[in-house]
């Protein structure tokens, strides 16, 4: 229905706007253009009670959002709890994200899913005055920022970045470390664009996963209780193991 309600608002708000063009010379078309008025602010309505925008907190519009985003969370941890359960995790944010409610959100639905709350959240500090940069963190920061965060944390055993990567990636010190004594590094979306080489590393396991968009993600509909199921609606985690059948999503 909320398709259908959209498609009503526009057919009358574009009868409207051929009205209002017409009743100058024609002045029927004024009662014409009201009523289409009319109809575009009950289609309003009926659209926004569809979406659940009239109501508690619980059932906004909002809240069914952050319901799909922490579903992310709670996958990624029901994900890692199967082989890695009870390590260390640490988040990795952009900076004004590191007391948000929305993270806070993500980072309680994976520990739910993981079984455990041992859970840092952190994010990579900038030299100089680069903080204050009018740009995403990824297209300023750089390997040794990165390299900087993980040494920092050295007793973390799993990394759940939603940062994405610098730039020069490939100069970070985590690709030189063995893989038994580094941690494993999973990418909540992908904020820096597209990785070269993203799908090789997957299926080599230097990198854990990538939660994506699913290509056939709906918008227009109400979170279920199951956050799998939420998550399942909007997203796909990409692992060594569906990588190759999953290819088409990591080139955007």
Not at 168 to 189: E, Q, S, V
Request: net charge neutral; with cysteine.
């Amino acid at each position: 229905m909320v398709f259908v309600y959209g498609a009503l608002m526009f057919l009358a708000l574009a009868g409207m706007i051929v009205c209002s063009k017409k009743q100058k010379t024609n002045p029927a078309m004024q009662p014409i253009a009201f009523v289409l008025f009319i109809v575009v602010v009950i289609g309003a309505i009926m659209l926004l009670k569809e979406m659940e925008i009239f109501g508690n907190s619980n059932s906004s519009l909002l809240s069914n959002e952050l319901k799909f985003y922490s579903s992310q969370g709670y996958k990624v941890g029901k994900y890692f709890a199967q082989n890695d359960a009870g390590k260390k995790v640490l988040f990795v944010v952009e900076p004004e994200l590191v007391n948000s409610e929305n993270i806070k959100g993500l980072v309680e639905a994976f520990s739910e899913g993981y079984g455990s709350n041992n859970v840092v959240i952190d994010t990579v500090v900038l030299p100089g005055n680069q903080a204050e940069a009018p740009m995403p963190l990824y297209m300023m920061m750089k390997a040794k920022d990165f390299d900087a965060l993980l040494e920092k944390h050295p007793d973390v055993q799993i990394v759940v970045n939603t940062i994405g990567l610098p730039s020069d990636l490939h100069k970070m010190k985590y690709w030189k470390a063995k893989k038994d004594a580094r941690p494993a590094l999973f990418l909540l979306g992908m904020p820096s664009g597209r990785i070269d080489g993203l799908a090789e590393a997957i299926a080599s396991g230097d990198i854990a996963g990538i939660v994506t968009s699913n290509p056939q993600a709906k918008y227009d509909v109400k979170a279920p209780s199951d956050p799998e199921e939420a998550f399942d609606i909007r997203y796909i985690l990409i692992n060594k193991d569906n990588v190759e059948q999953n290819k088409g999503n990591l080139l955007n």
